[in-house]
């Protein structure tokens, strides 16, 4: 029997609760593992679907409706047929149960319903091309379970009956768990895998501590110079990869509370003198171990999405976005910033001061010491900025609030780049997460992105996102600096078929919130002893 | 001296003891000399500071660092004191010599029973069958005057008298050739002063124990003492017998210690004012 | 019995103001604690999901002086409510479920502490000035003067990273279902190694030099002398009537020090990572857990009163001065 | 005889602990200028109680006080106290816990002067603690600048004496001020004492357990026993013709010179618990002789 | 008095900080992890900043917080010992409650909850929290002693001279409250020093300090001891220890000097050989 040993999250103890929707504090092996996407969208190949409870998906002629074909014959691992049924029950459920909502998909359908017992159709209330991809986010639950469930969000499903391929709870204690084959998996002939066993593992270093002694397979975490640390310890089977994912940027604050910053900041000169100013190279190698994959692109879209970036728009500003300090200088000179009091800093032409702080959240070292370098970088232009590390929550409510004048803020990826530009800088975000902290209002952006959505013809898609790029290379309301690591380490000493640069079939980390762990997993067969 | 007498039982011959202080040796006891007949008690006068207890203290081997005895010898019933070692010594305490401090308070331990405290004493030396001790202890209690059915009480259920005869009592519970008295009633009011000096005073009698007897207080040694030494500055000045150490004495400090006790009744010599400074 | 229960009313004063402090806390700090508690959930919750969540734990929008009265209800009924970290556990079953692992090393550690740190204390004052003392004494104190965070890092990387002798982590093999087998047992026995050695490591400084001062000053008392002159044997003066008498005001600052020693515990077991009160306190502290912070405060209290107890207790076993009717 | 300086009316003093303790009952006696009352009794017989009741660190839970007359039992306002403390001064047993080991001589005599006579200058000041230092024989020059533990016991006591003069009371409470210094240099404090009463007019309270100093230094003698005076009147009186049966006790148990141990009174001795047993009891106080009280009490049974 | 020498050395070194660093505390003047070498005494750190300046620098923190806590501790611990044990009475059975229920709820923790709650919490902070958890052992040792002085005649003396509480206390009981105030004081330095090291290390303080407790937290954080980077855990361990111990031998002889039975004498070897010592130890 083949055991694969994963870490997918910290935690200090393990706590029973295989509730699917349940945000705070859900074993992060619920999703993908107990309960089976429809689709899973590959993120890494421009999201091409990989369809596993359902077969097939299509949108309606005038975009209003979509509708998905459901695989047939698939099983609960009770042995209860799955149908459209289930999949309905759970949108109704969460129509009912706000809380169980937490991608607000009601905001944007109308009505489930199920023609057939193979077909469900979603009916929107606006066009929006997007929405599959949520929609597949959503767990899709048992309805002859659930549906005697008295109080979902509180439920804590001890024995969880899934569609997945490891719902079987073979043992449970805080300090480890093992999930192992479902009896009914209706993809049983890939499975190759028999049991899932999760460690409890409470910090980073112990986590390095338990891998370098080989005792886990499938991990995702920064451990600081990894050669030396982790790989050294057996160069024969470990290894990692970290392709390229979300962005990391300098995020400035456009409604800063600081009238003297905020002008500043809301001056184009400024930031790109900033942008300018900081060498990514020097920040992704020593801050990030050379891990990370460096941002030069004006638009921030980063390497992960190299098949959509808009190649204009980084011919006329990809200048901004490469280290050239003298350029920065001489821009800001020319811009009107002088050291007017010889201090060594630069104010605004109107002689109000400028003096800054970038916000990283505590504990997060290579962010922390990313801003370190880029405070460092601009000091040396001559503009007044610290660095202050406020506790990862104060962190993230200042973002919202608003109540910060630059920080460091990291992008969440998705199929396409619209899901990190939409909620990093459509205004209707502006305010709500910490991902729209610039304050950054364009109505002609918000056209772009929504015109995105409102098609699927690839060509009028590509043409909206080319548009969103010019208008981000052209403002820079951010200053991107890295592709942040997608965090995964493996060891091959029990198992082969893992994802690397070799075989880059999709994202390979093992964190909730990566559906494709689901085919990593498929794909993974023990080694022959 | 010339009368012959059969041999003293303590001989102390020119005793020197000294203290390591950081600034170097202090000589405390200064080349004294004395003897202690069988049955006699002998007293040791002097103001705070002058020797006293380091020679009762040399006499018991009961030194620590940093007093060290630096030259002179102790013959006790005809023992070379100062030669024994280990377990000779550890046998010769309280078998020879037993002590009873100055304070009352403190000279039991309060975390035993007064019997524990005899069983120690009787286990230390021999004697291990229970009865026996129990047998002992009471009968010393007896001794002293105190009910031995209190021999299961702790040390703070007594009063100083009689904490400080419990102690007497235990002094006496090897029949001691010595019993030295550092001072054993200053903690105490007349009274009981009184009371225990006298009861001391008829169990000499009764089981004939010599006893060193320490105090400033000189009236009292007059009364209660066959001789008195007067110590100064570490060395002995002079002794005698009461009588003679009263009506004729003859070192000048004695003389000033006489003069500086106020009589109870009216005086048989006129108090002459003490006028000098005194250091 | 007076004093115990004089101190008794202490106890509960000072339980009382524990629990109004612990109330107060997050009342006190800047920001709005739920709402900081949630936005450390991370994602971005719609209003109506964290509505349903301050429900479930129940966080009450009330004056001061109502949330305060139900909290004390809420602790003098022991009903700490849920843990946001780790729900669905209630905050009892997670202290619960720590408790008995610091326990472990906090007995084992200071017991271990205290018997050879006394021991050597007395033997130091005994011989006083020997070479012994001279090196005992003052090593005691460097011992003192090193952070625990040092010691355990060396000990973790010496023994279990490089040497590998020791486990790494874990209060037990996770493997093993917990029993009364040998398998169990020894298993728990050698994760515990390195962890109580450390803590023990910390702690046997101050004990000795404890020890050694208050048998010092005690060796000067006339009982002592006395015993002496009755010819006792050098162990059992040392023992019965030196050390056992020192004894005292060791006991009381074996008592004081649980306190910290309970604190000192969530370093070793952060880095041990060893599953007791210390690390979940920890745990609980970083992601803002109010109620299960509370109930650590709350819990640690108690376990320090308690502490205080059978050391008044003890106190007045041996001394038979206090054990007035 | 003038009229009483300080007086007490059937004092009486119970402490509240855990346990009651009556410290003093029913005492009654009083101060005059140019005199002294020996204070006489047993450990824990409620001397040291009865000085502090005098000085007013703690209030009598019975009876009065009165100074010049005056009522002064309950405790008054600060200014009020401070007046009284002026008068009423207090010599301490213990010379060296009486002095601060952190302070020179000087501050010990020139603070009370500073409290008592702001009036006077620094100048005035340091010239006053000069006379005072001479009036108890002290060397002004060599002994100001020293510290409590350069100096001798006797030395102390001195320094004591004169601290307590410097705001030249009316009265003078010592309690015990010799019993912890040499014999040698006992008689030599007691000495200064008495110029005090006699060229000042100082009243005073000598306490003591030593009954035979209080005839060298007072005129009058109260027997405490038990919280309660059991015999007053003259010294002479009470030593020589003691009439309650725990005054002869006392006297019996006295060490002195050419006694010897097996007297006849050494019998009294013997019977001591009995005698403190009967001296116990309450009684009325029956005059004697003329100022020689008697507390009534049972007959010795032998 | 080797601890003297120590802890002046210590606070010399922070003092004279930038003169004695040879680079500044952030500057990257080497390659990331570098061993020691002349040209860099103590190695490098990851971020590639001379671990000996980092440490040099750090002192000055360290040393801050622990002379600032030490100064709260013991003011506070003094003020409430003193007034508790002077006054008596309700006030001291209020304040007596007080230390004690400030001894039982356990100190670390505590600071912890503080230190995670006010956030971003700087060496200053971190000073002052630890200063006002800590001062209950000082207060009831002061207290003790307090009251055993206030039984001393010259504390009754001079409240029968009429002096003021205030100048009694001030004048009268605190100069010879002094050893005990500086045991206290130099205990709570080296406890403040040490708590300070731990809050940084579990990240609860402001990682941008420079201390030997961020530093110590770098350390870890980098996986200094996996990746061989020893020095950059050792050199602020050793601080620690050295300035820690100096500490507690200066209090090792304060504590001889308040209490002369703790006097260890050292009789020359000379003298000793001439004299016949007797004694239970031999
Ligand atoms: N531990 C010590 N270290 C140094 N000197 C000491 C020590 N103990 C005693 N002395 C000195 O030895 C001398 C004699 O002391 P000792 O105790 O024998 O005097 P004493 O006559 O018994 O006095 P007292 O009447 O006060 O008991 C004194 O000067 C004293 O200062
Ligand atoms: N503060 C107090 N609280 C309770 N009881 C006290 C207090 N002070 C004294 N006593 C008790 O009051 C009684 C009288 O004490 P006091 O000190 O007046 O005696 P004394 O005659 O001065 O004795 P000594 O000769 O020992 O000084 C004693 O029984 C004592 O225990
Ligand atoms: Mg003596
Ligand atoms: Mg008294």
Redo the contacts with the bound molecule.
């Keep these: 029997e083949s055991n694969l040993t994963i870490v997918a999250s910290l935690s200090t103890g393990w706590v029973r609760n295989f509730n699917p929707f349940n945000e705070t504090t859900r074993l992060h092996s619920v999703r993908d593992f107990v309960y089976e996407p429809l689709i899973i969208f590959n993120s890494m190949h421009d999201g091409t679907p990989s369809y596993r409870l359902a077969t097939d998906y299509n949108y309606s002629g005038n975009l209003l409706k979509l509708s998905f074909h459901l695989r047939e014959g698939v099983e609960w691992s009770d042995g209860q047929p799955f149908s459209a049924k289930d999949v309905v029950f759970t949108f109704e459920m969460l129509k009912r149960q706000k809380a169980l909502d937490t991608q607000n998909i009601w905001d944007r359908i109308s009505a489930v319903d199920a023609p057939d017992a193979n077909t469900v159709v979603f009916t929107l209330k606006r066009v929006n091309t997007n929405i599959a991809f949520e929609i597949v986010r959503v767990p899709i639950v048992p309805e002859h379970i659930w549906s005697k469930v008295a109080d979902p969000v509180s439920f804590t499903n001890d024995t969880p009956v899934g569609s997945g391929p490891m719902t079987e709870v073979r043992r449970f204690t805080s300090q480890i768990y093992q999930q192992c084959r479902n009896p009914h998996y209706w993809d049983a002939q890939d499975l190759k895998v028999d049991c899932l066993s999760f460690p409890q593992v409470g910090t980073n270093e112990q986590l390095l501590t338990a891998a370098a002694a080989g005792a886990i397979d499938w991990f995702g975490a920064f451990l600081p110079d990894i050669e030396r640390t982790y790989i050294a310890a057996d160069p024969a089977h470990f290894r990692y990869w970290f392709p390229p994912g979300g962005t990391v940027a300098l995020n400035i604050n456009f409604d800063s509370p600081d009238p003297g910053n905020r002008a500043a900041f809301r001056n184009l000169n400024f930031r790109r003198a900033v942008s300018m100013a900081i060498d990514r190279r020097a920040i992704v190698d020593i801050a990030g171990y050379g891990y990370p994959t460096v941002n030069e692109y004006a638009s921030g879209i980063g390497r992960t999405y190299q098949n959509w970036v808009d190649q204009e728009a980084e011919k006329e500003f990809g200048q901004y976005a490469r280290f050239d300090k003298d350029a920065a200088r001489a821009l800001l000179a020319e811009s009107g910033f002088r050291d007017k009091d010889g201090r060594g800093f630069v104010s605004n032409p109107d002689g109000t001061p400028i003096s800054f702080t970038i916000l990283a959240p505590n504990g997060w070292t290579d962010w922390v010491n990313t801003t370190e370098l880029v405070a460092e970088s601009l000091n040396q232009i001559g503009i007044n900025a610290r660095v202050s590390t406020p506790e990862p929550a104060a962190w993230a409510q200042k973002l919202i609030s608003g109540s910060y004048d630059t920080a460091i803020n990291g992008y969440l990826t998705g199929e396409t780049p619209y899901r990190s530009f939409d909620m990093g800088f459509h205004s209707r975000f502006s305010g709500k997460t910490r991902f729209a902290a610039t304050r950054f209002v364009d109505p002609e952006l918000d056209q772009a992105l929504d015109a995105f959505i409102s098609t699927i013809d690839p060509a009028a898609q590509r043409q909206a996102m080319n548009k969103v790029q010019m208008i981000l290379a052209a403002n820079m309301p951010y200053v991107p600096l890295y592709s942040n690591p997608i965090w995964y380490e493996y060891d091959t000493k029990r198992f082969k078929g893992w994802f690397n640069s070799d075989n880059p079939v999709a994202r390979p980390d093992v964190f909730d919130g990566t559906p494709e762990r689901l085919l990593h997993l498929l794909a993974l067969e023990p080694v022959k002893p | 001296m010339t009368e012959v007498k059969p041999p003293p039982l303590l001989s102390v011959r020119e005793l020197c003891v000294d203290y390591a202080t950081p600034k170097g040796l202090k000589r405390a006891v200064d080349r004294a000399s004395f003897t202690l007949d069988a049955n006699e008690v002998l007293g040791l006068a002097g103001e705070s500071g002058s020797g006293k207890s380091t020679v009762a203290f040399a006499i018991a081997r009961l030194h620590r660092p940093p007093a060290f005895i630096t030259g002179g010898s102790i013959l006790l019933d005809g023992t070379d004191v100062l030669a024994l070692e280990g377990e000779a010594l550890r046998q010769w305490r309280w078998r020879d010599v037993s002590v009873v401090l100055q304070s009352a308070m403190n000279a039991l331990n309060p975390l035993l029973t007064v019997e524990a405290q005899f069983a120690d004493l009787f286990r230390a030396h021999g004697i291990r069958d229970k009865a026996e001790i129990r047998e002992r202890s009471a009968e010393l209690m007896r001794l002293v005057g105190i009910a031995p059915d209190r021999l299961r009480d702790y040390p703070h259920r007594f009063s100083g008298g009689m904490r400080q005869r419990l102690v007497i009592a235990m002094a006496l519970a090897l029949s001691p050739k010595l019993i030295i008295m550092d001072e054993p009633t200053t903690a105490l009011d007349v009274v009981v002063q009184r009371e225990l000096l006298q009861e001391v005073s008829a169990l000499r009698r009764q089981l004939g124990f010599s006893v060193l007897f320490i105090t400033h207080d000189l009236a009292l040694m007059s009364q209660f003492c066959d001789r008195i030494g007067i110590m100064l500055n570490g060395a002995l000045v002079e002794q005698g017998e009461p009588e003679q150490m009263i009506d004729a004495p003859q070192h000048p400090y004695t003389r000033k210690l006489w003069q500086a006790i106020p009589p109870l009744h009216p005086p048989r010599m006129p108090p002459r004012r003490v006028l000098e400074k005194m250091p | 019995m007076v004093f115990l229960l004089r101190r008794l009313g202490f106890y509960v004063a000072a339980f009382l103001f524990a629990a109004t402090f612990n109330f107060l806390i997050p009342r006190l700090m800047p920001g709005n604690p739920i709402d900081t508690m949630f936005a450390q959930a991370g994602t971005a919750l719609p209003p109506e999901s964290l509505d349903a969540l301050k429900a479930t734990f129940g966080f009450l929008d009330a004056p001061l002086p109502v949330q305060y009265l139900h909290y004390l209800g809420s602790v003098f009924t022991w009903d700490l409510g849920l843990s946001v970290k780790f729900y669905p556990l209630t905050v009892n079953q997670v202290l619960l479920r720590a408790l008995p692992w610091t326990l472990l090393l906090v007995m084992t550690s200071s017991l271990t502490a205290f018997a050879i740190g006394s021991l050597a204390g007395a033997r130091a004052a005994w011989r006083r000035g020997g070479t012994f003392d001279s090196v005992g004494a003052p090593g005691a104190l460097m011992l003192q003067a090193v952070p625990p965070l040092v010691t355990s890092l060396l000990a973790l990387s010496l023994f279990s990273i490089s040497l590998k002798w020791l486990p790494t982590g874990f209060a037990w093999d996770p493997m093993l279902d917990l029993t009364w087998s040998w398998a169990s047992v020894s298993s728990v026995l050698i994760h515990a190694v390195l962890p109580v050695a450390t803590m023990a490591l910390a702690q046997i400084g101050g004990y000795l030099v404890t020890m050694r001062n208050s048998m010092i000053n005690l060796l000067g008392e006339d009982y002592i002398t006395l015993g002496q002159a009755k010819g006792l044997s050098d162990r059992r003066l040392r023992l019965v009537y030196a050390a056992y008498n020192a004894l005292l005001p060791a006991l009381t600052s074996f008592a004081m020090s649980l306190g910290a020693v309970f604190g000192g515990s969530l370093v070793t077991e952060v880095v041990f990572n060893y599953p007791g009160l210390g690390y979940t306190l920890y745990e609980g502290i970083t992601s803002r857990d109010y109620p299960l912070i509370q109930g650590q405060l709350l819990i640690m209290t108690l376990a320090m009163l308690s502490a205080n107890f059978v050391a008044d207790t003890l106190y007045i076993l041996v001394d038979p001065r206090l054990r007035r009717a | 005889m003038s009229a009483p300086i300080l007086e007490t009316r059937k004092l009486g003093m119970i402490?509240r602990?855990h346990r009651e303790?009556a410290?003093l009952s029913d005492v009654s006696f009083t101060l005059e200028r140019g005199r002294a009352l020996a204070l006489v009794?047993?450990?824990?017989?409620?001397?040291?109680?009865?000085a502090k009741l005098l000085t007013r660190m703690v209030a009598a839970t019975d009876g009065q006080i009165l100074f010049d007359g005056r009522d002064v039992t309950r405790p008054g306002d600060r200014r009020e106290v401070l007046a009284y403390r002026c008068q009423v001064q207090m010599v301490f047993q213990d010379p060296f816990a009486a002095l601060n080991p952190a302070h020179d001589v000087r501050h010990h005599l020139t603070r009370p002067l500073a409290l008592h006579k702001p009036e006077l200058g620094r100048a005035e000041r340091e010239d006053r603690a000069d006379e005072l230092a001479l009036a108890v024989g002290l060397d002004p020059v060599e002994t100001l600048g020293k510290y409590p533990h350069e100096l001798s016991g006797g030395q102390r006591q001195r320094v004591n004496l004169a601290r307590a003069m410097a705001v030249e009371p009316a009265v003078l409470i010592a309690d015990?001020p010799t019993s912890m210094l040499d014999v040698s240099i006992r008689l030599n404090v007691l000495d200064m004492l008495k110029p005090l009463k006699r060229e000042r007019g100082v009243a005073m309270l000598y306490i003591t357990?030593d009954i035979a100093t209080a005839r060298y230094v007072a005129e009058d003698t109260a027997v405490?026993f038990g919280?309660r005076i059991v015999e007053m009147g003259p010294t002479d009186a009470i030593i020589d013709a003691p009439h309650h049966p725990y005054t002869r006790l006392l006297l019996a148990a006295v060490p002195e010179v050419g006694r010897s141990f097996a007297a006849e009174d050494a019998s009294l001795v013997r019977h001591a618990d009995r005698i403190r047993e009967i001296s116990r009891e309450p009684g009325p106080l029956n005059e004697v002789a003329p100022g020689h009280f008697v507390r009534d009490c049972a007959d010795l049974p032998f | 008095m080797v601890g003297l020498v120590v802890v002046g050395f210590f606070i010399l070194v922070a003092l004279f900080a930038p003169f004695v660093a040879p680079a500044g505390p952030n500057q990257r003047v080497a390659r990331p992890h570098e061993p020691p070498s002349a040209e860099h005494v103590l190695g490098s750190t990851r971020m590639g900043r001379d671990v000996l300046s980092q440490t040099i620098h750090g002192t000055r923190t360290s040393l801050m917080v622990g002379f600032v806590a030490g100064l709260v501790v013991t003011v506070v611990g003094v003020a409430v010992g003193v007034t508790s044990g002077y006054f008596g009475g309700r006030v001291d059975e209020a304040l007596n409650l007080l230390t004690n229920v400030v001894l039982v709820i356990p100190n670390l923790p505590l600071m912890l909850v503080l230190a995670a709650f006010v956030g971003e919490a700087g060496p200053l902070t971190i000073a002052t929290i630890i200063g006002l958890t800590a001062w209950g052992w000082g207060a009831r040792v002061t207290r003790a002693q307090t009251l055993s002085l206030r039984q001393r005649d010259y504390i009754l003396a001079s409240e029968l001279l009429g002096e003021p509480a205030w100048r009694i206390i001030l004048v009268e009981l605190l100069p010879n409250l002094t050893s005990i105030i500086g045991f206290n004081f130099i205990g709570s330095v080296l406890y403040a020093l040490i708590t300070e090291a731990t809050l940084e290390f579990l990240g609860l303080g402001d990682p941008l300090a420079l201390s030997w407790g961020t530093n110590l937290y770098h350390a870890q954080e980098t996986s200094a001891l996996r990746v061989g980077a020893w020095w950059e855990i050792a050199a602020p361990s050793l601080a620690l220890v050295l300035f820690g111990s100096g500490l507690s031998l200066i209090n090792f002889a304060v504590d001889e000097i308040a209490n002369p039975r703790l006097r260890t004498l050292r009789v020359p070897k000379r003298i000793l050989a001439a004299l016949r010592p007797v004694g239970p130890a031999e």
């Design positions: 402490y602990g303790v410290a009794g047993e450990s824990g017989s409620g001397k040291s109680t009865c015990e357990h405490l919280g």
